[in-house]
């Protein structure tokens, strides 16, 4: 199975700071990757799909790069409302799989 | 407004049996993929399995194949994981979700989940 790894485990950031979130995957997974956010209690949310593009109502803060095997989350200037934990996945093959999370957080 | 709905997670004893539904309404179900992800407590996402908008294709992950079961009804717009052969890692919140609506792949609608406790 094609195994994704995000990195880091925590961002500690304040309101107005730039994230930048990575998912390393195992294999190529071409441009079949999405990012989700998760708040507490909350399923999660489709952000970006095939890599690059914002899903509908998604703020123009969030933006998504990279193809193959190597691919970024970035929060241009963090809003109170972003502080959650995000996760990429990827549907190039069976089964899909999700990496292990970012969590950002208020520094 | 889609709406999917999630029921049947309770608490049950490893080696049992249990039969989640989820509920869908506002959108073509039946023109539509199908997928269960689950979460154990305090963990991260992990996909449980995929049917097709006919049923022709099914897929499970590695953990669940063999003891799992996922079907749907397009009539009564409805989707079902049977899960036998419990086991204690197999409790978490377990969630419907389906792709839209900006393309036919990736999951842009979810419930709001159905806690599964496998616990003696």
């Known amino acids: 199975e094609i195994v994704l790894t995000q990195s880091p485990p925590t961002l500690s950031l304040s309101p107005g700071e730039r994230a930048t979130l990575s998912c390393r995957a195992s294999?190529?997974?071409?441009?079949?990757l999405a990012w989700y956010q998760q708040k507490p209690g909350q399923a999660p949310r489709l952000l970006i799909y095939?890599?690059?593009n914002r899903a509908t109502d998604i703020p123009a803060r969030f933006s998504g790069s990279g193809s193959g095997t190597e691919f970024t989350l970035t929060i241009s200037s963090l809003a109170p409302e972003d502080f959650a934990v995000y996760y990429c996945?990827?549907?190039?093959?069976?089964?899909?799989?999700f990496g292990g999370g970012t969590k950002v957080e208020i520094k | 407004e889609v709406r999917l709905v999630e029921s049947g997670g309770r608490l049950v004893k490893p080696g049992g049996s249990l039969r989640l539904s989820c509920a869908a309404s506002?959108?073509?179900?039946?023109?539509?993929?199908m997928n269960w992800v689950r979460q154990a407590p305090g963990k991260g996402l992990e996909w449980v399995s995929y049917?097709?908008?006919?049923?022709?294709?099914?897929h499970y992950g590695d953990s669940v194949r063999g003891r799992f079961t996922i079907s749907r009804d397009n009539d009564k717009n409805s989707l079902n994981l049977q899960m036998n052969s419990l086991r204690v890692e197999d409790t978490g919140v377990y969630y419907c979700?389906?792709?839209?609506?900006?393309?036919?792949?990736?999951?842009?609608?979810w419930g709001q989940g159905t806690l599964v406790t496998v616990s003696s």
């Open positions: 049917i097709s908008s006919s049923s022709s294709y099914i």
């Open positions: 294999q190529s997974v071409s441009n079949y």
């Open positions: 996945q990827q549907r190039s093959d069976w089964p899909l799989t």
């Open positions: 979700a389906t792709p839209g609506p900006d393309n036919w792949n990736d999951l842009g609608y």
């Open positions: 095939d890599a690059s």
């Open positions: 506002g959108f073509s179900f039946s023109s539509y993929s």
